[in-house]
């Protein structure tokens, strides 16, 4: 396995050479290491957490101070994979000082190598002046979380002509201001293709079809631990809620059975 570290240089070139680029979330040290040893590319240490790790309904929650103790977590795990650090809500859209100094938290104290910010053509004077400052950004369009009061619910983007073209200008201005890579979520896959196609960075997918350059899921929800929540863009590759529950269930079991501790897992004066 290529055990070269994984930089914006990294993933331009995968781009390039048509390789498609593997992300998953994480949002803790033991996560984080078994991803980087998998091979993934590009770890992001969503805002996400909100929901599948903290248990709040939505996104709009999580604190900086929050995200930056997941995301240190994250970044001890993790040799070669990117770690990308999500901005969470109102640390970037106050002003491009609140922008500035939340987005160097992160890189100063965890040891994120980039940040994402949601949002299009709002978002890029915003991209311009982190990149400017020499802090990496990623993009996100389409669906993005930290709207959904706005949108009123997870419902498809980008689904008519004029809101295709309107995310297509985002994407072009967001490449502009200096995104390294763009988070495509929850949209036609016919429009997610024209978008990959005319930018010459990369495309993360997520619910974006197969012609993204890279696709990224919540990892809670391909390993199947966040059970309440059903898509039709997730692929659950584990069943780990079931399997935690056996072995719940089995230990519960054994201590109301006291078999266990076994004399053999007990220290002895002997
Ligand atoms: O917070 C998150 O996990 C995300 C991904 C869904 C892209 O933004």
Same mark, same amino acid.
């Given at each position: ?51 599948? %790790?903290? +248990? @709040? ?8 101070? $929050?995200?930056?103790?997941?995301? !240190? *977590? ?76 706005? %949108?009123? +619910? @997870? ?8 809101? $295709?073209?309107?995310?297509?200008? !985002? *994407? ?99």
């Amino acid at each position: 396995m290529n055990t070269e570290k994984v930089t914006t240089r990294t993933l331009l070139k995968m781009k390039k050479k048509g390789e498609k680029i593997a992300c998953l979330t994480a949002y803790d040290y033991l996560t984080a290491r078994l991803l980087d040893e998998c091979g993934i590319d590009l770890i992001l240490v969503g805002d996400s957490a909100a929901m599948v %790790f903290a +248990g @709040y309904e939505n996104t709009l929650p999580i604190t900086m101070e $929050a995200m930056l103790y997941h995301t !240190a *977590a994250v970044k001890r795990g993790v040799k070669r994979a990117m770690v990308v650090a999500d901005m969470p809500f109102l640390s970037y859209q106050t002003s491009i000082a609140d922008a500035a100094q939340n987005a160097g938290r992160f890189l100063k104290e965890s040891g994120a190598e980039a940040v994402k910010i949601e949002g299009g053509r709002v978002a890029a004077p915003i991209v311009k002046n982190l990149v400017e400052r020499g802090i990496p950004v990623m993009g996100h369009l389409g669906l993005t979380p930290q709207s959904i009061h706005k %949108f009123g +619910g @997870y419902q498809l983007q980008a689904k008519d002509k004029e809101s $295709a073209e309107r995310l297509m200008a !985002a *994407a072009k201005a967001l490449e502009n201001a200096g995104c390294f890579a763009i988070v495509l979520e929850k949209i036609p896959y016919q429009v997610a293709q024209e978008v990959s196609r005319e930018l010459s960075i990369p495309t993360i997918g997520i619910g974006a079809g197969p012609y993204c350059d890279g696709q990224i899921l919540v990892v809670d929800d391909m390993e199947g631990r966040y059970e309440g929540f059903e898509a039709k863009f997730v692929r659950r590759y584990a069943d780990l809620a079931g399997q935690m529950r056996t072995a719940f269930k089995a230990y519960h079991k054994d201590v109301k059975e006291k078999s266990f501790p076994s004399l053999d897992e007990s220290f002895s004066q002997e």
